[in-house]
């Protein structure tokens, strides 16, 4: 009877053998990416359940491990939560789900590290709300192995995917914000290795759930939109959220699970797609699954009468679709390859680290640059204010002085009279007088004004251009200081010698004449304080705007400063990027030699092997080199 080689011990010691350099590698590769070795227990992990807290990750972990009758998942659920009110987030500890290897099938089987212990659901319940405080707060220590939850093979079903273990992690967004650090710190370390990762999400939250910093500043997650095959996305509450309602309502009566589930699928995708900018949504198609659970489903019949029948084919299948898919993550090869995929995903956070190192100098440009911009503003002002400032002084000055000279002006005095004739010519020389010295105020004043109007710009004049002194205001003046004018038709007719009343005559010019310099002094001096505040006006402008330019001195000094510091940082990150670059790439030729002892030692074996053995070898060879190249990404 032949023998077939496949099954036999050769081949079964190459099965066998075929990942023991992977284990080693994973120790080695994330040592010195991350500082330490890779968690042993998270190998246990085929699938970790990552999303909000109440999205239903927990009654998605039981679903999918079979628990598909819906009044043994509310029992089992009601177990799982411990007591906590429904509303509230039930996982405070990371949980591996399987089944209980109790062959009764009565019992519970809670495995921590102390080892395997069978409980019933009281017990189960009490020592799960243990792991809690008085005020809910998770006593959880993140370096522990997460707890292992076999549910009761009475809860089982014939669908049930035995070969997946899925890990339920606290929710992201606990209102508990030391629960919030404790899940990120655990999807952080399991991360790393698991080979599925399933987002569950409500459907009306996938958007901002993907912001979440737990996933973008996590590489291992982050490049969920660059590398979706290791993928899964669950959006929860899609039946009774409107759009899926209108969507199954609209179906024609008739229509199949697996076009209904096409419809709403693609209506998801689309809007999930859109709403991440994601440009390809073929490869999300199939890894999409819109799923009803917990109590919305079970209110569901009574909600939603019309739609229950074809909703419920629809959740089944997506369901069975999950299990499916985490199964098919669930073998030896499947956690490996996932596993030591770090190259890829090194490079993809170097990409992803130049990108926001990047922005963050463009950043830091941007500030400087508005803040030199608001520098340059200021400083113009403050040039424009200094140049106010400077204008406003000359003027008080040249003002102060044309007022100055203004008080050396006055009318001329006319010629003297001969002694001869004075008497007969007194009255027409007194209106002469008059008449002259009116002429020459005028004349004075509007020669005054335009000189120093021209001096003075750009100010405008301090005082109006009319004449300060009438002529009539003029005569008035020099006939109140010769008051003896009324006789002087009696002393012309009594020929009194007019001597006297001659100089009284010069005395009253020269006083007339003070006079008029006087009124246009004193008219000229009321625009002084106007000057005055006007130069004051300018001088505190000028202050303030100096002031305000020195202040904008020291932002830009700060945003220079700062570019500096993200360019030095920039630089010691893309140092230390190189770095883990380079040691990928070792690590890769590392792998290659290391093996490269084994495969030849295997090849040089084949002359003394049977025809059988040697195929066998050739084959366990061959795909040795493969894996490799797979896996650190050169095939």
């Known amino acids: ?93 990371p949980v591996r789900y399987g089944w209980s290897s109790d062959e009764t099938g009565e019992f519970w089987e809670f495995t ?23 005020d809910g707060g998770t006593l959880w220590d993140v370096e522990r192995a997460p707890v292992a939850i076999g549910v009761p093979r009475r809860y089982g079903h ?50 901002e ?23 899964m996305f669950v959006f929860t509450r899609s039946f009774t959220d409107t759009n899926g309602q209108d969507i199954l309502a609209g179906l024609p009566s008739g229509t199949g699970t697996d076009e209904a589930l096409a419809l709403l699928r693609d209506w998801q995708v689309t809007q999930f797609a859109g709403t991440h900018a994601i440009s390809d949504r073929a490869p999300l198609l199939d890894r999409c699954f819109p799923i009803e659970l917990g109590g919305s489903w079970r209110g569901y019949p009574s909600k939603h009468p019309d739609t229950h029948e074809i909703a419920g084919r629809v959740n089944a299948e997506s369901l069975a679709q999950l299990r499916s898919m985490m199964e098919s993550g669930a073998d030896t090869s499947s956690f490996y390859r996932a596993a030591m995929n770090v190259r890829g995903r090194v490079v993809l956070r170097v990409r992803r680290a130049e990108a926001a190192r990047e922005q963050r100098i463009g950043v830091a440009m941007g500030r400087l640059e508005r803040a030199a911009g608001d520098l340059r503003l200021a400083q113009d002002a403050h040039a424009e204010r200094e140049a106010e400032r400077v204008a406003a002084a000359t003027a008080l000055t040249t003002w102060k002085t044309a007022v100055s000279r203004l008080s050396g002006r006055s009318p001329r005095r006319l010629p003297d009279l001969p002694i001869a004739g004075v008497v007969t010519r007194l009255p027409d020389r007194q209106l002469e007088e008059k008449a002259a010295y009116a002429e020459d105020a005028r004349a004075i004043w509007q020669s005054w004004y335009d000189e120093t109007a021209a001096a003075l710009q750009p100010v405008v004049m301090p005082v109006e251009p009319l004449l300060p002194v009438k002529a009539s205001e003029i005569r008035d003046k020099y006939d109140s200081l010769m008051f003896c004018r009324i006789f002087c038709s009696w002393w012309c007719s009594s020929r009194v010698p007019a001597v006297p009343c001659y100089k009284r ?3 009253t010019g020269v006083a007339t004449r003070a006079w008029v310099t006087e009124r246009f002094t004193a008219h000229a001096r009321e625009g002084t304080p106007r000057l ?21 001195v020291t932002p830009v000094e700060e945003a220079e400063a700062s570019l500096d510091e993200e360019r030095r940082e920039a630089a010691a990150e893309r140092e230390n990027d190189r770095d883990a670059l380079a040691m990928v790439n070792r690590l890769a030729g590392e792998l290659h030699a290391a093996n ?40």
């Not at 921590?112 to 809690?132: I, K, N, Y």
């Not at 997946?164 to 370390?189: H, S």
């Not at 759930?209 to 993928?231: G, S, T, V």
């Not at 025809?611 to 190249?629: G, N």
Request: aromatic share 6%.
């Open 596 to 635: 490269h002892a084994s495969v030849t030692e295997m090849i040089g074996s084949l002359p003394g092997m049977t025809e059988a053995d040697q195929i066998v070898t050739a084959v366990a060879a061959l795909r040795l080199l493969m894996d490799l190249d797979d896996l650190v990404g050169r095939r």
């Open 158 to 207: 014939r669908e049930r995917a035995v070969g997946a273990e899925v890990l339920d992690l606290l929710g992201l967004f606990a209102q508990n914000p030391d629960e919030r650090a404790l899940a990120r710190r655990l999807v952080d370390r399991f991360s790393p290795t698991v080979s599925r990762v399933a987002f569950v999400v409500s459907v009306n939250k996938m958007y």
């Open 1 to 93: 009877m032949a023998v077939d080689p496949w099954n036999g011990a050769l081949w079964n010691s190459h099965q066998r053998a075929r990942w023991g350099w992977a284990d080693h590698a994973l120790d080695d590769a994330f040592e010195k990416l991350t500082g330490r070795p890779i968690d042993r227990a998270s190998r246990h992990v085929t699938t970790m359940l990552v999303g909000d807290s109440q999205a239903g990750k927990t009654c998605l972990a039981i679903q999918v491990l079979g628990v598909v009758d819906p009044e043994h998942a509310e029992e089992v659920h009601d177990v799982l939560r411990a007591g906590r009110e429904v509303g509230r987030s039930s996982t405070s500890f």
């Open 112 to 134: 921590d590290q102390d080892g395997p212990e069978f409980l019933d659901s009281t017990a189960l319940t009490a020592r799960l709300a243990g792991f809690r405080d008085r």
């Open 532 to 552: 005055e505040a006007g130069h004051q006006v300018a001088h505190t402008a000028a202050h303030r705007a100096r002031a305000l330019a020195m202040a904008r």
């Open 505 to 507: 005559m010069v005395s």
């Open 209 to 231: 759930a993907f912001k979440d910093a737990a996933i973008q500043d996590n590489h291992h997650l982050a490049d969920w939109k660059d590398n979706p095959e290791r993928y």
